[in-house]
Nanobody, 119 residues
Framework: VQLQAFGGGLVQPGGSLTLSCAAS????????MGWYRQVQGEQREWVAA???????NYADSVKGRFTVSRDNDKYTLYLQMNSLMAEDTAVYYC??????????????WGQGTQVTVSS
């Protein structure tokens, strides 16, 4: 299973960016897809997730500013980021738990995309 993340870049404070993450490969279904971020030298932190048949959930630090959504047919996850702040600067990683035909779930990570918020 491969996760390909897109959409990072440089944006001014108060601006917006949309990240996307496309899952491909051999799996039966994906129930969980989420976004994490990591600043160099710090631990990776959870940002938001979309759980199949449950919906979206957010870290308090991004609630009200970020929106996570999923295209189930394409197994693609999106993160719409508004009102970006310098503190949002990080490498953003996509994560998914893919279930195979035997019902076994495995954890996968994308390659990361840099988001820099700076004037």
């Amino acid at each position: 299973v491969q996760l390909q993340a897109f959409g990072g870049g440089l944006v001014q404070p108060g601006g917006s960016l949309t990240l996307s993450c496309a899952a491909s490969g051999n799996f039966f279904t994906i129930n969980y897809m989420g976004w994490y971020r990591q600043v160099q030298g710090e631990q990776r932190e959870w940002v938001a997730a979309f759980v199949k048949n449950v919906g979206a959930n957010y870290a308090d630090s991004v609630k009200g500013r970020f929106t996570v959504s999923r295209d189930n047919d394409k197994y693609t996850l999106y993160l719409q980021m508004n009102s970006l702040m310098a503190e949002d600067t990080a490498v953003y990683y996509c994560n998914a738990v893919a279930v195979d035909n035997n019902g076994i779930g495995r954890d996968y990570w994308g390659q990361g995309t840099q988001v820099t918020v700076s004037s």
